[in-house]
């Protein structure tokens, strides 16, 4: 089990691809979405990715992507466990239909009875036994799971909702970018556009070539305004 920053590392070393993997039988993947590419590399390796979806107030273990779905499936956290009702609401509270996104609300007997000495945020965040978890999922027809984003990341540019993690998806298959992240920035015409910043392959990345990637994958608003290269994206102490 690791975090995708660990297994970026481990694919990154010389001899990687001539490495045994023969005794390894699967990755359990948690902390945070591994970018599809590098399920990709692994699953060249003969190493299917297991990815999952859990936080400390309902679980940690929810959503499991069995390894035989692992490229089916990719970038899916899968199935909800046993124990776990969900719901995908609107704004509204609406329930929303199959593929399309809104937040994702857990309720069972996994769920926190509150917050320690902190009755307001319990009130906010669980309603009628529901804990709102502040992520926003999809779920496909086939009843696997997909994270699209933090509601707290989502800026609006123009009127529409943007998701930083959709960008940051597509950037980091641009041949050039080794890491990503993506930011809403305040701007004067739109009300919020997009700020990437770009941790390169090489130090000297072409950010207009990358820029034109985004142009021909995402809708004209979500393409970033402002691109910066940076020499690495800060991280915490577990490389998340």
């Known amino acids: 089990m690791a975090v995708p920053t660990m297994l970026k590392m481990i694919a990154d070393q010389p001899g990687f691809s001539d490495a045994d993997f023969s005794a390894l039988l699967y990755l359990i993947v ?4 591994m970018p599809i590419p590098l399920i990709e590399t692994w699953d060249r390796q003969g190493v299917p990715v297991r990815q999952g979806y859990g936080l400390t107030e309902v679980g940690p273990n929810l959503f499991s992507l069995h ?8 970038g899916s956290i899968g199935r909800s466990n046993f124990y776990v009702q969900t719901r995908i609401v609107d704004e509204a ?5 199959v593929n399309h996104p809104g937040e994702l609300l857990l309720k069972g007997p996994m769920v926190t009875p509150g917050y320690w000495r902190n009755e307001e945020a319990t009130q906010k965040n669980i309603s009628d036994g529901w804990f709102h978890t502040g992520d ?3 779920e496909d027809e086939d009843h696997y799971f997909y994270v699209v984003d933090r509601i707290k990341n989502m800026f609006i540019s123009g009127g529409e909702n ?21 930011i809403g920035v305040p701007d004067e015409r739109w009300g919020e556009v997009g700020f990437a ?17 985004c142009q021909s994958q995402l809708a004209w608003f979500k393409v970033p305004k402002y691109f910066r290269q940076l020499d690495e994206i800060p991280k915490n102490d577990t490389e998340k």
Not at 67 to 72: G, I, Y
Not at 162 to 182: F, G, M, N, W
Not at 197 to 213: H, M, V
Request: a negative charge; charged letters at 25%; hydrophobic letters at 35%.
């Open 162 to 182: 943007v998701y930083p993690a959709e960008i940051e998806r597509i950037l980091i298959t641009h041949p050039d970018v080794a890491s990503c992240a993506v």
């Open 136 to 138: 926003i999922v999809r």
């Open 30 to 33: 948690g902390g945070e979405p």
């Open 197 to 213: 910043f770009i941790q390169g392959k090489n130090p000297d990345s072409d950010l207009a070539s990358i820029e034109a990637y």
């Open 67 to 74: 390894q035989d779905d692992a490229m089916t499936k990719k």
């Open 93 to 97: 509270g609406n329930d929303c239909p």
